[in-house]
């Protein structure tokens, strides 16, 4: 088995949050796991990616080849549409609806969603508002990753249980809206 | 020879191994000279045909360099530097490495160099010899007190017709937001023991509302034939969030 998955979003977002958890996640389920990152760039708004491979045997490269990924799990929709060569063409792309507009230049959002639609394999979360609704708006990356569990060769369980590890120490409201929010993450993306 | 970096043992396997043996690499051009070692790059150095993937057909993407936060002091120290050079024609700025080095995109475009820690203090003392005026050179808190204390001295004792721009922060930011080695308030004293003139050294508050008023501050030094130092003060913002936060878990 082997699974590879690019996150992307932007600086601040939580790209790596997401890929500690499913990382964190693959490795107590017995998986191998190997992960790459553009970082340095948090909280300066810049485009940020991680590459994250999982396998049940020996992973040689912690790089995806183009046209590798089973995954783009994306919390900004352009952001997942800029690694599109990574995808293979039966893989699919995850990506939070919500657009991060920080650069003058950025598309109209209905027409970057379209063109995310247009894919053959692509889901579209609301993730800020599931988030807002879990009880936690900074939860939009543990939203997103409750949608990519319905894809991950993963047991969902084992995503919760990286959750309830994550989550413990910052306090119980917080661990119950991000449970919450993974929850609602899968649910919408079903 | 499939070599991450300089093609170091492929230049020594060039030497080593007779001639009929065909080396091929980053010296060859079967590696790109530059770059670092992806699969795309490998494979196409073997030979292998790319994979298919989704297609971006027709897709023109923004690209989203990253910038200074919102309210950053370095932006309203860089709107007032731009404003106080305004009008004059044989400009250099250079700068230095750190959050403020995104100054050199827009909207800023407001410095043009940087090579290594400390470089824009004797960087600018070059230029201003070389005739160029007037002349500021950037640097943070941060990188003045790791590499730009010697080249300050230099300038000093030559009176180099140029302006130092220190940027204190208070934080090394890019980082991950260290703490200055030593506080701000000692900033004056490190610049003064340097041989700086206390006649030309400014402190001024990197506060937005103050930017004309500090453009007019930089204007007059960048006037002054010879060595001028203004330091702009303010706290990164990011340092500020994380201070506040530490403050409120202890209490």
């Known amino acids: ?190 | 020879m499939l070599e991450d970096g300089y093609p170091y043992a492929e230049r020594l396997m060039r030497g080593l191994l007779p001639g009929g043996v065909a080396v091929g690499g980053r010296m060859s051009g079967e590696v790109p000279a530059t770059g670092e070692l992806n699969p795309e790059v490998v494979r196409a150095a073997l030979g292998i045909p790319a994979r298919p993937s989704v297609s971006l057909e027709g897709l023109v993407l923004p690209n989203r360099p990253p910038q200074l936060c919102q309210g950053c002091p370095h932006g309203h120290a860089y709107t007032a530097i731009k404003e106080a050079l305004a009008g004059y024609e044989t400009t250099m700025v250079t700068a230095d490495i750190g959050c403020y080095t995104l100054g050199a995109l827009p909207p800023y475009s407001a410095i043009e160099s940087c090579v290594c820690m400390g470089a824009s203090i004797g960087m600018a003392k070059g230029a201003a010899e070389a005739g160029f005026s007037p002349v500021v050179a950037v640097i943070g808190d941060g990188t003045f007190l790791h590499s730009g204390i010697a080249p300050l001295i230099d300038a000093a004792a030559a009176n180099a017709n140029m302006t130092v721009m220190i940027l204190d922060n208070q934080a090394t930011a890019m980082t991950g937001v260290q703490e200055p080695l030593v506080p701000s308030s000692r900033l004056r004293d490190i610049v003064l023991g340097a041989g700086v003139d206390p006649e030309h050294l400014v402190v001024v508050d990197a506060h937005p509302r103050k930017v004309h008023e500090n453009a007019v501050t930089l204007k007059r030094e960048l006037d002054h034939k010879g060595l001028s130092v203004v330091i702009a003060v303010r706290e990164c913002k990011v340092a500020a969030k994380k201070r506040a936060r530490l403050q409120e878990a202890v209490a």
């Open chain 1, 1 to 190: 088995m082997r699974y590879d998955i690019v996150l992307a979003g932007v600086g601040g977002q939580g790209v790596l949050s997401m890929a500690a958890l499913i990382g964190r996640a693959a490795v107590t389920s017995g998986l191998v796991a190997k992960q790459s990152e553009v970082h340095g760039m948090a909280q300066r708004g810049g485009a940020v990616q991680a590459h994250l491979r999982l396998a049940d045997g020996p992973i040689d490269s912690d790089l995806i080849p183009r046209g590798a990924a089973d995954l783009i799990l994306s919390l900004e929709p352009v952001e997942g549409l800029r690694y599109l060569p990574w995808l293979a063409p039966a893989g699919s792309l995850v990506t939070s609806a919500n657009a991060f507009v920080n650069i003058p230049d950025y598309p109209p959002t209905e027409q970057v969603l379209a063109r995310v639609r247009a894919l053959p394999h692509a889901i579209v979360v609301e993730a800020e508002r599931v988030a807002e609704e879990s009880g936690d708006l900074l939860a939009v990356n543990t939203v997103m990753v409750g949608a990519a569990s319905t894809l991950l060769p993963l047991d969902p369980a084992a995503l919760e249980d990286a959750v309830r590890t994550t989550f413990a120490r910052k306090g119980e409201a917080t661990l119950a809206a991000n449970l919450a929010a993974f929850a609602a993450g899968r649910r919408a993306a079903s």
